[in-house]
Structure formats: C-alpha cells, structure tokens
C-alpha cells in the first residue's frame, strides 16, 4: 500500500467514524487497513524466516500466492509470501 493510499483510508475512516458509519465489513475502512497489515507482517515473517542458514541451503523468496481471509471487518484476499522450499508457514 502507497502512502497515497494509506492517506486516502485514513481519511475515509475519520469521515465514516465523524459521521457515524460503521468502520467495519464490506465498506468499512478498517478491511483494508487490516489487509495491509497482515501482508506486511507477513514479509517481516518471511525475512525472519529466510535467515543466513535457510539461504545457505538454497532455499529463497518464490512469489506469492493468495489465500481469501473471512473476518469481521469482511473478506478479502491476502498476497502471502512463499518460498522456494515451502517452508514458510
């Protein structure tokens, strides 16, 4: 997510909450800063997990895939970091 981006849900929530709205489900704000955090928790996992010992064995990042996520802020699809070996869970 962009700076743009973060700026612009940021501000739809501070007008849905101002006016009363609810920040939750399909319309909410809080999905998709929910979303963007998970994804960048999850790079920070797979840095962790790809340490100087797992490359040394040949094992590297090999894209994403996508899972779809149910919560109570509403469902949306996650890119989720793989690696070669498949370790990375």
């Given at each position: 997510m962009t700076n743009t981006e973060?700026?612009?849900l940021e501000k739809k929530a501070l007008e849905?909450?101002?006016s009363g709205k609810s920040l939750f489900g399909k319309d909410g704000a809080f999905a998709p800063m929910l979303k963007s955090f998970i994804e960048k928790a999850l790079e920070a996992?797979?840095?962790s997990h790809?340490?100087?010992s797992e490359r040394s064995k040949g094992n590297k990042r090999n894209g994403k895939s996508?899972?779809?996520i149910k919560s109570n802020?509403?469902?949306f699809e996650l890119e989720v970091p793989t690696d070669r070996q498949s370790s990375f869970e």
């Open positions: 973060q700026q612009e849905q909450f101002m996992e797979m840095d790809l340490s100087d996508r899972k779809t802020e509403g469902t």
